[in-house]
């Protein structure tokens, strides 16, 4: 008798905005009808029914002990880091016997900027259509803020590689609470560095009240600048990729496969205007400033190690 895959359990952040919460549920009921090989259940650490606990009784109900628990954000902050192990930790007080593993947060992958930038070509419309169009196109990307620096780092990456041989103008980032620059601050910005055309562009996965909030306060900003184009580009939504994405989280976790972040690296993923890149092999290099270091010790460790086990990496 084979050992049935391990349950996936979808753990989501929570909103008081009742469309976005059922976006998420919505989002869990797909995942679920696309593998009926797996049980899959969804919660909330915040805001918005059914909380993560429910989700995991729900699962032991189903006479499951084993899952793997994905957390449904972009970036790993504090929900992701602390609130969602704390979670299971005390499921696994509650329900004697079961196990799991956590994976870790969806973004920056690249399936989720060619999501983005579909965002914004819908946006821009016939305008975009060729590469040379999105020379005077500035992006403002709105990620949801934090305390955690870390997390508020991540939507800079996202930036940046959503920036990287697509030919946009630039990518700036902003952030719609707790976290400097706010949305207007970040269009201010964006106009002294010489925009004329600039795209608000929110990175969040579902509709809800900080998305309202980044539309809100970019249409008030446009009011008030009449003499620059700005639009607003929609949120991610439960795309494919989003679908095919979670489903390789699940992968990882199940795996154990908890790697440094491969996903945005030219030498494994075809990133625009760096296909050429994919697989090639990695060799031991020098800095200049390595002059004097020559020695066989630094020779293999120092650079060699870095890249040889990067190398490794890409090759599974």
């Known amino acids: 008798m084979t050992t049935p895959p391990p349950a996936l359990l979808i753990a989501g952040h929570g909103t008081r905005d009742a469309a976005g919460a059922e976006a998420f549920r919505d989002f869990v009921r797909e995942l679920g009808a696309r593998h009926p090989e797996l049980p899959?259940?969804?919660g909330f650490i915040e805001l918005s029914p059914p909380p993560l606990g429910d989700a995991v009784t729900e699962l032991v109900e189903?006479?499951?002990?084993?899952?793997a628990a994905v957390p449904l954000m972009l970036v790993s902050a504090g929900h992701a880091k602390g609130d969602i192990p704390a979670a299971l930790a005390r499921e696994k007080e509650r329900h004697p016997g079961i196990s799991y593993s956590y994976g870790r947060p969806l973004g920056p992958h690249p399936a989720l900027l060619s999501v983005l930038e579909r965002r914004l070509d819908e946006a821009l419309g016939a305008s975009a259509r060729r590469p040379q169009d999105r020379a005077d196109v500035t992006v403002l990307l709105v990620g949801r803020g934090s305390t955690d620096?870390?997390?508020?780092a991540e939507v800079h990456k996202a930036a940046r590689l959503l920036w990287e041989g697509r030919g946009y103008a630039g990518v700036e980032t902003a952030f719609v609470s707790l976290a400097a620059p706010d949305v207007p601050s970040g269009l201010d910005r964006c106009v002294r560095l010489g925009a004329r055309r600039i795209v608000v562009l929110p990175y969040f996965l579902f509709t809800g009240i900080l998305p309202d909030r980044?539309?809100?306060q970019t249409e008030g900003w446009a009011a008030a600048h009449p003499e620059v184009d700005?639009?607003?580009a929609d949120v991610i939504g439960p795309e494919p990729e989003l679908l095919d994405l979670v489903m390789e989280r699940?992968?990882?976790a199940v795996q154990g496969d908890v790697r440094m972040n491969c996903d945005s690296c030219v030498y494994r993923i075809a990133l625009p205007g760096f296909e050429e890149k994919v697989g090639v092999p990695q060799q031991p290099h020098f800095h200049p400033d390595d002059e004097d270091h020559h020695d066989g010790h630094h020779d293999g460790h120092h650079h060699g190690h870095h890249h040889g086990g990067h190398a490794h990496s890409h090759a599974h």
Do not use: M, T
């Open 230 to 232: 700005v639009r607003s």
């Open 250 to 252: 699940y992968a990882e």
């Open 40 to 42: 899959v259940a969804g």
């Open 214 to 216: 980044v539309r809100q």
């Open 149 to 152: 620096p870390d997390a508020n």
């Open 62 to 67: 189903q006479g499951v002990r084993r899952f």
